[in-house]
Every structure is written in C-alpha cells, then in structure tokens.
C-alpha cells in the first residue's frame, strides 16, 4: 500500500512524457519541413527567374535541350509551358508527349500570382516532388517556367531532426525515470512518516511531534499536522479535565441523580442512587423495573414522558432500609430545539432523617404538651375543690395540698430538666474534666438511691478491675448521668439488681457500663432511645415518675465528653448501657 504513490507517479511520468515527445516530434517536423520548404521556394524563384531571362526571343520548335542545359546548371527539373498549358520544352521527358499541364495548381497559382508552388507525388518519377511556377511575358505569349526537385533534402532535414528529438526524448525519458524513481521516493518516505506519525496521534500518543527534512508544502503540512496534534491534545486535555470534573461532582454529589432514556433503560447514575437503593451491581444500560424495582419511580417516570413536563412526588424505599425520598424529574431532550423527547433526568434526595425529626418534632410538642397539662390540670382542679370549701376539711385539705405539692415538683423537675437539656445542647454547660476516682464516684451514686433500691429488694454492685482505669471527665456530670442509668436500671427491674463497671474492648478501649436485670427493650425501640420524651412503655413510665428527658441528658452529656453510648437489650434479660470513653477526648 505504501508503494501506491510510487507507483503512481512513475506511471504518470512514463504516461505524459512519451506524449509530450510525440508532440513535440511533430510540432519539431512540421517546423523543419516549413523552414526548408520555404527556403527552397526562395531558391527556385531566384533560379526560375534566371532561367527566364535565357530564354531565346524567338522560341524554336521546343525547348528540351534548353531546358536539359539549365537542369544541369539549376540541378532541378525544368519544364517550360506557354499560355495554353501545352509543355513546350522539359528537361527529363520529351514534351511532345507530355500531357497539358494548364490544371495543374502550380501553374494556376502562378498564372494569378508572382509565383505558384504545390507538393505531390509524381507517377513519372515515383515519389513526392516539389514544383514552383514562375510566370514569364515573352514576346509574343505568356510562359510559364517549371522548376521541380525531389524532397529527399526535405525529408531527410526532417528524419535527421527527428532522429534528434528522438534521441534527446530517450535521454529526457531517462532522466523522468530517474526523478520519478528518486523524487516520488523522497516524496513518499515523507508521506510515510506523516502517515506513521497520524496512526500514532489516533492511537492517542499525542505527545508525539513529526520532524521532516523535506521542505515546501509537505514541510508546512508537517508543521501544520504537528500544530494540530499540539491542539487536539490541548483541547483534549481541557475536555479529560471538564470530564473528571463532572465525574467528581456526580461522584460527590449527596442526591442521587439519574438519566434515564424513553424506554426505561439507565442511561447515567451517580453512586448516590447505588447507595440509596442498596445495589452493588452496574446498573447503567438496564430497565429501571429490572435493577432499582420500584413501582413509584416507574410511575413517576411515566409521568413525565406522558405530560413532557417536571413532576416532583415523595417516594418509599422499604429495602434493605426504610428511607423516604423526594423525587424531582424533568423532561431531557438532546438538541436545544424541542423537537423529541429524549429522555428524563431524576434528582434523589433522600428526606428520611427530616421526616423523622418532624416526627420528633410532632411528639415533642404533643408530650410537652401532655407532660405539662397533666400537673396543671391536677393543680388547678384541687385548688378548686380547695376554694369550693375543701380547705375546712382539714384531713383532705392537707391530702389535697401535698398532692399540689408533688404535681408542682413535677411540673418543676420537668421545665428544670427542658432546661438543663437545652443548655447542653447549645453548649451553654462548662465541663471541667480532670482525673477522678470512678470507685468514689460509683460509691456516691450507690449511697444517692440504695434506700430506692433495697425499697424494691435490688442489689447495687460495682465490677471493677484490681486497678480501675483512669478516666478524665466532670465529676459532677458524670454522677449526673450515671444517676441517671443506675435510676432508670432500678425504676424497670423488679428483680435482681444493678450493676456499675468498667472493661476493656477487643480493641482495647476503656468502657463504663451500667446493666440491670430488668424486663429489657424490644430491638426496635432501640434507635430512639435517648429521644426527648420517649418511652417504651409510656403508662408505666408516668407511672414511675419519669419525665422521658433522663436518658436524652445522658445522651447528650455523654456527647458533650467526646464519649460514645450504646444500649444493648434484649427482652427478659435486662440492658446494657455503654458508654466508649475515648482517651482523645477534648478537655476544657
């Protein structure tokens, strides 16, 4: 394939240069027979006019040996006429048996002009003369002098020359063969590198650059193809960097987002989608029912392909985790020309957490609400039966009155409790940490409820190693919270007891545990345990007199510590609460 221009060109060369030659050759012929015949036509007039003028006056009876004396003197055929055409004299042939020459062009020609002249072939002498007639005025009549030669000077004038041009055609043949074997070479070796260098730019090595010796067009190609592949990399290059840069944004982008085409199939997705839908597995160029199969997304989909417009609805997710997303999709068309509806384009964003802190916010409100009422209903209907004439009633007066008191302590824990949990929620709370001694500490909350605990037949026990860990934190805040554990421990077991310790985890972190032998936690109330007002069993916990905030206190001073807690439970059993003290944890 690489020797196509080669052969092409030499082709050429061997084409167009035999016919220039052959061109040349006649316009060469031509030229020559020209020149010669009009030289010879100079010649005989001068010889023609000279043989006039010897002439005799008095023309005798024919003019042979005349015109046979001049033959040898002109070296051409010399044939006289007179007015009629009839040959009067003739130096090759007796001119009594000549036929009439008044026809003949030479002789009409001169008969009209100076001279006349015309080529043909002669039957008499077997080959193409030349003739040229002059006219010449006698005494008496009108003469014509004939002179003819042969045109073997002529031709051999024109053989010779082209014998000429066919050797110097030969030699320019050779030469062309040369420059078509040496020249097309260079030629092609450079396009070959031109072509080797353009299959290294499509195989993507655009850092390659085409260096020729050639000079003239193909070196301004070779710099132009070097410009070109300059800039396609450079413009490569820009569009590789736009592409990451969509590719990060996608990659990093929180929503899911999707394009999907007019038949369902998933044309783009982000890994946000693969998260929210829990696949592991590639998605893109499959249906929507076969890999994400959710009937809501359909629908929507649908939708939006029906009524080519946005439509935007809240979803469920029920697997592998029950997550609420609100959908946004809108009609995606390829050209900016709104001719045909290419597909749509979903954005995902994922609304479970909102929802459940509306829901928080929703129970929040309902249990203020409800923890509020219940006291001040109590305290505003006694102090009514008060007024109405209890108060004589000295022995219901005072039963009345402490039942007003213990409403209006409760009412005073609550709204004491709100406050303490807001203050440490918007960091309003000083910790003051330094090491302390978690045996006293435990001691302390042991002596604060053991009265509660023996009152329900509980036991209060430490389990702490030979040397307990050391633990850095606000000591008023940790018997705080575990006041708070070792009492709910109490207020759900009705046997057993409580137990306060420490231990060590598979990882080595130090843990302070609180575990009870109470009735234990169903698993799915678990994840809101700590929840402001949340019960598992809300009738016995008013029961007992919890306002619902203690747990969240603890969450959240446990927080404040840089600490973790989790809660293990299992119903029958009792719990466990852990809290994961972290030796990084930020000091004041």
Known sequence: MKHILFRRILISYLIIAPLLFLFLDLYLSNVVRSTHISELTQGLIVQGNLVAEEIPSTLPVNLDDFSRKYKGITGARITIIDGSGRVIGDSDEPSARMENHGDRPEIRDAALSNAGSSIRFSKTL?????????????????????????????????????MSVFFASFAALFIA?????????????????????????????LGRRLFLKEKGEIGELAKNINDMAHEMKARLKQSEEERHKVEAILRNLSDGLMLVDTKGRIVLCNE????????????????????????????????VIREEGPVSREISVAHPRELSLMITSTPFYAYSVKEKLSGVVITLHDITRLKHLEEMRKDFVA????????????IKGFAETLLDGAIDDKENARKFLETIKNHSERLNSLVSDLLTLSRIEIGDIDLHKHNVNINTIIDTVFTTLRDKAEAKGL???????????????????????????????????????????????????????????????????????????????????????????GLAIVKHLVKAHGWNMEIESTQGRGTKVKILISENSPSS
Do not use: C, W
């Not at 002059?134 to 002179?147: A, E, M, N, T, Y």
């Not at 078509?180 to 396009?191: C, D, E, G, K």
């Open 367 to 378: 249990n203020v609400s409800h923890e509020i009422k219940t006291p001040i209903t109590a």
């Open 126 to 162: 077997g080959k193409d003369l030349f003739y040229l007639a002059i006219p010449v005025k006698g005494d008496s009549d009108r003469l014509f002098i004939r002179l003819s030669v042969p045109l073997h000077d002529v031709e051999a004038a024109v053989a010779k020359t082209r």
């Open 272 to 303: 946000a989608v693969r998260k929210l839908f829990a696949t592991e597995t590639e998605i893109e160029g499959r249906t929507v029912t076969e890999t994400l199969r959710n009937a809501e997304l359909m629908e929507v989909i649908d939708e």
């Open 459 to 549: 036991f209060l026990k430490k389990a702490l190693p030979p040397e307990p860990f050391g633990i850095s934190a606000d000591r008023d805040k940790l018997i705080q919270v575990l006041l708070n554990l070792v009492d709910n421990g109490i207020k759900f077991s009705d046997e057993g007891g409580v137990t306060v310790g420490m231990e060590k985890d598979e990882e080595e972190h130090t843990i302070l545990f609180v575990q009870d032998t109470g009735a234990g936690i169903p698993k799915k109330h678990l994840p809101r345990l700590g929840e402001r007002f949340y019960r598992v069993d809300k009738a016995r916990s008013r029961e007992l007199g919890g306002t619902g905030l």
């Open 177 to 205: 063969i040369l420059m078509a074997l040496f020249q097309p070479r260079r030629i092609t070796r450079s396009i070959e590198e031109i072509t080797s260098f353009s299959r290294e730019v499509s195989a993507g090595h």
